[in-house]
């Protein structure tokens, strides 16, 4: 039984193809480019070509994300909170505090064993608190998006970004540019900056380990190094930390397709 989870966020949408709701058969994940409909129909169709699959194998698509309704292929959807909650603790079983940095918003969540969600917080106010701010630096300050984690790691003195507003912490960064404040200084107050954000929230929800990170910062070891330093707590991560909330949604297909089969299948009393 293969089900497929996508999670169509406005930065990028990513796919997982499950099989039996425990594993998984590929991922893959392309920027959304302002269509996340056709992003999606794409990726699907290129997972289900590398598992050598036909589209009709796929016996359940559930969509999440900040564009999950705009798929109209879809079975099920489901929000970003219980998708990525789901998937974290699929990746890491230990799991019980999730922080999720997308690229428009961030969110915290405390998680059982089994994945619920049993509280969290979002902050979906402004770009400062979520991964578009790391976009938008990288572009002004002319570093390629890919560079920006090592530069910021050979940081000596951080320098503090202040400002909740993008708009006001952007011109902290030209401010610092023009008092020639090293470039890995104000890249480490990037990370910084999201990291404090990010830790407001954690702290709303109770921080308890293991403490895991999702969505697309697992690959920056800057992030994970200023989340660290805030929250003064280890931070784990997975290679496929990226798509946990594909991988969530995967799994509640799954679950939505068996009860379907089981109530499909149970005689009705007459």
Not at 112 to 135: I, L, P, Q, S
Not at 183 to 190: K, P, T
Request: overall charge neutral; hydrophobic content about 45%.
């Amino acid at each position: 039984m293969i089900t497929c989870g996508l999670d169509l966020g406005m930065g990028t949408t990513k796919g997982v193809l499950m099989e039996d709701g425990c594993r998984i058969l590929t991922t893959a994940a392309l920027p959304t480019r302002g269509n996340p409909a056709e992003r999606g129909r794409e990726i699907l169709e290129m997972m289900v070509e590398e598992v050598n699959a036909m589209p009709g194998d796929v016996g359940y698509l559930c969509t999440t994300g900040a564009a999950r309704y705009v798929l109209e292929a879809r079975d099920l959807q489901v929000s970003d909170v219980t998708a990525s909650a789901r998937g974290a603790v699929f990746l890491r079983p230990a799991t019980r505090h999730v922080v999720d940095i997308g690229s428009q918003a961030s969110r915290a969540m405390s998680v059982t064993e089994t994945g619920r969600v049993v509280r969290f917080k979002m902050n979906e106010k402004c770009a400062a608190g979520a991964g578009r701010f790391v976009d938008r630096c990288a572009k002004y300050l002319q570093v390629p998006l890919e560079e920006m984690s090592s530069k910021a790691l050979s940081s000596t003195t951080p320098k503090t970004i202040s400002s909740v507003c993008a708009v006001l912490a952007e011109t902290e960064i030209i401010n610092n540019v023009a008092e020639e404040v090293p470039l890995a200084d104000i890249l480490m107050g990037v990370f910084l900056s999201l990291a404090q954000r990010a830790h407001i929230l954690m702290r709303y929800v109770g921080i308890q380990p293991e403490v895991a990170l999702v969505g697309g910062l697992v690959h920056s070891p800057a992030m994970i190094r200023a989340l660290e330093k805030t929250a003064g707590v280890p931070v784990t991560t997975h290679p496929l930390g990226q798509h946990a909330a594909a991988i969530g949604a995967a799994m509640l297909g799954h679950t939505r397709l068996q009860k379907l089969r089981g109530d499909a299948e149970t005689p009705r009393a007459g």
